[in-house]
């Protein structure tokens, strides 16, 4: 994929109060990229700045090598959908659909066409006549989308777009997204606080965190490799332990030595271990490499939840088998699933 949209040095204050900070980021064509991370952290600001609905304190955005700080949204070949889809309530669900083509006074031939195959893409086809309040809130997205879309933009921003919709529809409405921009082609930038719809729906995952950047990568990479321990804890369960790196491949906590696989740190470094809860493996308490008593068991329907005191910690364990609380297990954990963190690098 080749770059699209790259973002240098970017700062964003308001107030003296700075919620972005030296942003750097790249965006290519036709990648479906989201900005995740906690409310506050600067995700929203971050899209506004791409769709000129704010100008950066400092910094460029680049969209195809040109610099577009000073272009007006308007000019600029995005689109944006927000939560609350902004629908016409004095119009019919095709008037919706084709205000903006009739703005741009495209002759009305083109605009039936156009109009016809977005409302097709996001599956409301009969449904043109329909006044915007009979929708449901998932056709009113969709709606909002067909919206959008319609105007052939180059890049997609959608903030939040999920977030008024029940867990079922939104579950189902983050596969058609997907389906939606592979099929269309164009460059969607998603902004969300949720980790699932991040995970389901990503080419590439942007974790932020207090105006900065934590991580950039592939759903995998950012749930497998995270690279400090807010990513870890942000990006799904997380049992976050301090230790010590007293080698390459030797890590030191809960009382023990344990074999891993990150090198590079120094000699008696003190790092943060994480260890996923579904890494942890139960047995019998003579065979396990820690031991400990399970405090609670809780049902998740498709594994168990178990939290077990060992060693002055509380691990948190996902297993699709579970033991009484009270009972003494052996916990054990494989060097690859052992994840090494920077101590600073988790402060910052």
């Known amino acids: 994929m080749s770059e699209l949209i790259r973002l240098v040095n970017c700062v ?41 609905f704010e100008v950066p304190t400092s910094g460029s955005v680049f969209f195809d090598n040109v610099r577009i700080n000073d272009v007006p949204p308007y000019r600029r070949r995005v689109n944006t959908v927000f939560q609350r889809y902004a629908l016409f309530p004095h119009l019919n669900v095709f008037e919706n ?23 097709d893409l996001v599956g409301l ?61 164009i460059t ?17 995952v942007v974790v932020m965190n207090d105006g900065v950047i934590q991580q950039i990568g592939t759903p995998v990479d950012i749930y497998n490799e995270p690279k400090n321990a807010f990513v870890a804890d942000f990006i ?33 470094e003190p ?3 994480v260890i996923r809860p579904e890494d942890i493996r139960l047995s019998p308490p003579d065979e396990g490499q820690l031991d400990g008593d399970v405090l609670s068991v809780t049902f998740k329907g498709v594994h168990y939840e178990m939290m077990v005191r060992a060693r002055d910690f509380t691990w ?16 054990s954990v494989r060097p690859f699933d052992i994840h090494i963190m920077h101590r600073t690098e988790a402060a910052s």
């Open 12 to 52: 964003m204050a308001f107030d003296d109060v700075t919620v972005l900070n030296s942003i750097n980021l790249t965006i290519n064509d036709k990648e479906f990229l989201t900005l995740l991370g906690p409310s506050g952290c600067g995700k929203t600001t971050t899209l506004r700045i791409i769709g000129g």
């Open 236 to 268: 799904g369960e997380s049992n976050i332990v301090p230790g010590i790196m007293h080698r390459d491949r030797e890590v030191s906590f809960a009382g023990r030595i344990f074999r891993c696989v990150d090198t590079g740190f120094a000699p008696d």
């Open 316 to 331: 948190m364990i996902h297993s699709t088998s579970s033991e009484p609380v009270g009972t003494r297990v052996g916990l």
């Open 271 to 273: 790092v943060d271990v």
């Open 188 to 204: 969607f930038v998603y902004v969300t606080h949720d980790q699932e719809e991040a995970l389901t729906m990503s080419d590439t």
């Open 97 to 119: 659909v084709a205000f903006g083509l009739r703005v741009a006074k495209v002759n009305k031939s083109d605009v039936e066409l156009r109009v016809r195959e977005a409302l």
């Open 125 to 185: 086809r009969g449904y043109d006549k329909r006044a915007s309040h009979q929708l449901s809130g998932g056709q009113q997205q969709r709606v909002a989308i067909a919206r959008a879309i319609v105007n052939h933009p180059q890049v997609l921003l959608l903030d939040e777009p999920l977030g008024a919709l029940d867990l079922k529809l939104r579950k189902e409405m983050q596969i058609e997204l997907k389906r939606i921009q592979q099929q269309v082609g």
